[in-house]
Structures are given as structure tokens and as C-alpha cells.
């Protein structure tokens, strides 16, 4: 709400305005009256405790309240700007991609990394995080595609591998994630879920030996899900 105080002093830049433009094309500067705060230039400062113009007076202690820069536009230019919204970064939309991966929320994830690829079409980690917020909509065959393009950018992106491994077993290319399984373990041969997931793989493609060694090599590295595999398909002689 506008103070009655400050509507009046509103009101009398309306007249002020009109003067200018009627008087001048030069707009006046500010300056620092000697009761304090900013006042017009065409207004000096009294001992009164007012400050005095060609045009209108007013209370020192009200010009005082006023934010110096609505003085400047309104009085001065007869106009207040409109604050403009600074546009944001392809790292922005990346990082608020990210943190709604973090909060469960895959829709504006996804949203938040196309427009990061919008701005910047060949960023590696906006692909990657759209490939994962796609996974997670079960929207499988785009994720494979933003995982290969991740992967067309930096060939040793592991995570990449593996994610685009897991997406095509659980369309059931179980002989196709082979392949980048085996890669993810490459770089990483202690990762646990890498050999559980390569093990369910083999076993899909009957590969039974290489499963039960997968569920093994998990279950040694300490992923207890495995136990159970072992337990139902490994405890026969030759597994």
C-alpha cells in the first residue's frame, strides 16, 4: 500500500514531469540537499527543514523515505523501469536438472536438461542427466539415444555405459547390454551392481556359467542381492 504521504508527493511529480518536458529536453541530475537525502536538482534544502524548487516544496523528511531511484525515474524521466529477468545458463537448467534428479521429480528434470541442450546442443552432462530422467520414465529407447550421445562426446564416460547397458536389459536386448557391461566393469571392476546386472544379462542369453560367476563376484563385493541368485541358479555342480 501507498502512504497517503507518498501519493502526494506522486501526484506533484506528475506536475513536475510536465514542466520538463514543456521546459527542457535536458534531464536534471541529483544532488544531496543539506537536510539530508536526495531531492530534485531543480530543489535545495532548507534550514526550515523543507527543501524549496521553482516548482513545489516538500518535507525534507519525506524526500528522505523516498528510494532515491523512484525519484530519479518518476521525477526526473517520468517513468519506472521494469526490472528485466536475467536469463539463465545452459549450467543453470543443468543444475536444477540435476537437483530434481536428486528430489525424485524425472518430468522437470527432463525439461531442465532439453533446454540446457538447447542453449549448448553438445554438452555432455545435459545429455546424460536426460538420459537418466528418461530411464526413470521408463522411456527407455530415448534414454539409449541420449546415452549414445554422451558417448559419441567422450568415449570413456562410464556411467554412460552402464546406464545405456541397463536400459537395453530391461527392454530385454539382454545380448546387446553384453557389450557395455562389459565396459562399465572394465573401468570399474569393483563395482558390485555391474556384475549383478551382467550376471541377470548372461543368464537371459543362457550364458549360466558366466551368471553364477557374475552373482558371485557381486555377492564378494559385498551386494547381498546376489546371495539370492546364487542360492536359486548356482548351486548345481558345473555353476
Known sequence: MISKGLTSVMVLSLFVLSCFISCTTAAPAFNSGSGGGFVPSSMTGGDDGWSHGSLFSAPNWLLAQIDQNLMSTVLDYGYTPIPTEVPR???????????????GNY????????????????YLKAYYGRGVARAFQKDYKGS??????????????????YNRAVSKAIMGNHKDALPDFDIAIKYDPKDAEAF????ISRMNVKDTKGGCEDFRKALELGYQPAEQMVKIYCSGSGN
Open 107 to 122: 518430468r522437470a528434470a527432463y525439461n531442465a536438461f532439453k533446454k540446457a541442450i538447447e542453449l549448448k546442443p553438445d
Open 144 to 161: 539409449i539415444t541420449d546415452f549414445n550421445k554422451v558417448i559419441s562426446i567422450d568415449p570413456n564416460y562410464v556411467q554412460a555405459y
Open 89 to 103: 545458463s545452459f549450467e543453470d537448467h543443468v543444475a536444477e536438472g540435476f537437483a530434481a534428479l536428486d528430489g
Open 196 to 199: 549383478f546386472n551382467r550376471g
